[in-house]
Structure formats: C-alpha cells, structure tokens
C-alpha cells in the first residue's frame, strides 16, 4: 500500500497545473543551494565532485544500497553499488590534503521512501581537518539562518509543528534526553569498554510501558525509545542538537576523551525531523574495521544480506587527518523551509515507479 500511494503522490507531477504549484518550493530550492554554494565559498572549502558508483555503498547496518554490475574490457561483470553517502569518497580527498571539503551530492537508499525518505536525494556533507566537532555546531546555526534568509522564511515548519530557525540551539546529550523524555539512565545500560546490557535496557523499558520483541538487540532497543519518544519531542520552536550519542551507535565516529560510553556524534532536530548527521571522525582504521563487520554481521542477521568493504578507504584512514565531518539532508532543508509536506514536493523530478 505505501508503494501504491506514492506512485500516486508522483503521478504525472510533469502536468503543468502541478508544477504551477510546486514551482515555489523549486525556485525557493535553488535559492537556498545557491547562497549555502556561497557561504562555503567564502568559508574557504573546495567543493568536489564526487562518484556515486563504489566498491561499497556503506557498511551501517540499516542502511541498503542499490547494485549494478560494472562490466570491463575483459567482458567481466564486477558488482558495484551507488553510494549511501559521498562519505568514503570525501575522506579519501582528506587523506590526499584537502582540508575543508564540501560536496553537493545525489546519493541513493533502497528499501526508503515515504514523506520525509526518496530513493534519490541530495545530501550536503563538509568536512573540516584538524576541528573540534563542536565547530559544526556554529556551522549548522550559519546555515540555518541562511536559508531562511534565502527562501523568505521566518520560520520552519513541517505538519503541525513550528520552529524558529534564527533561534539559538538547544543542545541536549542522548542520555539527558532518554532521562527527559522516556525515564531510562541509559549510561547505566553500557559499560566504559562500550558492551552493552541489553537486559538492563530492557527492565527500564519495560517499567516505562513500551513494548518489544525478545529477540531485539540492545541497539533495537535503543533505536524503539529513540523513534517513539525522544525524536518526536526535538526541534519544536527552536533547533535541537542531539549530542553525545552512545558508543556502541557511534558508526564512524570517534568516541569521546572525556566518556568512552559515548561518542563524538550528533544529530540536529527541526520540527520533530532529522536534519544532520554530524562526527568528530574516527581516523582508526583497526577500530573501523571492528565496526564494519560488526554492523555487516548484525546486516546478515536481520537482512540475510551484506556488503563488502572498501578496502582502499580503510587505508586512507590511516593517511587522513583528525577531522570533523557532517551529512545534512538538503531536500528536508528546504521542505522545512517552504513547509512542503512531502519531499516529492521539493524535488524537480521524483523518481517515478
């Protein structure tokens, strides 16, 4: 059925009497790629442009990837997937010198698609070498009040909620939030060396009335409260910064100096909907590696299915500088901004099918 309703939702969004209506949000669209272009311009970042065919679309577990085969001279097919994320492209470029990096990428996610997902969106990701992680906080505001600027918004909005993008950033850590919003100590649930106690999790869970499956992980677990209760209460009248994200969901980040149970991660919250991703980056290729088959293990598990990795990116960490990184989904930027409701809306062209 919700494959029925977007074919739907994008039929014939080429007739004219739609594209009168979205043409707003479109030209509002190009207004806002425009001036962020500028501002990194000005920021001193060289902007790439990087391929979205690789050896690996990405090693999270929940995240799928679209596969093509790339057949040689030798008439061989080699199986290839667009990327998730220009991230492992990007890092390379670090590891060759760059040190401010910004890239204005379409990058694809299979088995996403709904009002806020499309298999095909454009995602901004920057990098700075030898910055604290911090310094994408001030970054993000920047770019907030820019774009509110650009598409002559004076304020975000998506369904019923409403959000001052001029307003300074809440920054609230996972642990304050899990505690405020859903009553759970969820340091408690994990221990300095990073394992996890998932019945620890589980106990609290339970005593607050959610509901879950026996043979749901910790990382389950954690990804329920963060759906049903922590998400839907972040970024209502100003941005909120989820900051300090648990070790064991640190993906490529670096954990913290300061408390090895979490990470140098966070993600920015407008309206209830995720914004950015952002990294204080792990530069540990051994400590990579340990992730990437942890995750593709836990992909086979659930999925039956994994990817390979990318052996050559694995190298580069170890070339590439301390550095801060951060993925913002554009397409969602400028829905908040014009208060489309879906993302089909901000899009020239959606992906029919």
């Known amino acids: ?37 500028g501002w990194f311009a000005d920021e001193g970042f060289m902007e790439a442009d990087l391929p979205a065919l690789q050896v690996s679309p990405g090693n999270e577990t929940h995240l799928h990837g679209f596969s093509t085969a790339m057949i040689g001279n030798d008439g061989m097919a080699r199986t290839m997937y667009l990327h998730t994320s220009p991230e492992f492209a990007a890092k390379k470029l670090l590891a060759a010198g760059e040190e401010r990096l910004v890239a204005f990428s379409h990058v694809y996610r299979n088995r996403e698609r709904g009002p806020l997902h499309h298999p095909e969106f454009t995602m901004v990701e920057w990098y ?112 909120t910064l989820l900051d300090a994200y648990p070790a064991p969901e640190a993906a490529l980040a670096r954990k913290s100096a300061d408390d090895p149970r979490v990470s140098e991660r966070f993600e920015l919250y407008l309206c209830g909907v995720e914004l950015a991703n952002g990294f204080g980056e792990l530069t540990d290729a051994t400590e990579q590696r340990r992730r990437f088959e942890a995750d593709m293990a836990e992909k086979k598990r659930i999925y039956g299915e994994i990817y390979p990795i990318d052996e050559d990116f694995l190298d580069a960490l170890g070339h590439m500088p301390p550095a801060s990184g951060i993925a913002l989904g554009f397409d969602r930027l400028v829905m908040l901004s014009t208060g489309a409701r879906r993302i089909e809306d901000v899009l020239w062209a959606p992906v029919d099918g």
């Open 128 to 239: 700075r070498a030898h910055a604290p992680y911090e310094r994408l906080f001030s970054d993000c505001a920047e770019l907030l009040a820019l774009a509110a600027r650009a598409s002559g918004a004076d304020v975000f909005s998506w369904r019923e909620s409403r959000c001052d993008p001029f307003a300074s950033i809440e920054r609230l850590s996972v642990a304050e939030a899990f505690e405020r919003y859903a009553g759970i100590d969820l340091l408690k649930t994990i221990a300095s060396a990073g394992e996890t106690d998932r019945e620890a999790l589980a106990r609290q869970m339970m005593a607050e009335g959610f509901r879950y499956g026996e043979d749901d992980s910790w990382s389950d677990l954690f990804s329920r409260v963060l759906v049903e209760r922590i998400e839907p209460n972040l970024g209502h009248g100003r941005p």
């Open 1 to 37: 059925m919700p494959d029925e309703n977007n074919r739907a939702a994008n039929a014939r969004w080429w007739r004219a009497d739609r594209h009168h209506d979205r043409r707003p949000a479109l030209i509002a669209r190009n207004r806002i790629m425009a001036a962020m272009r």
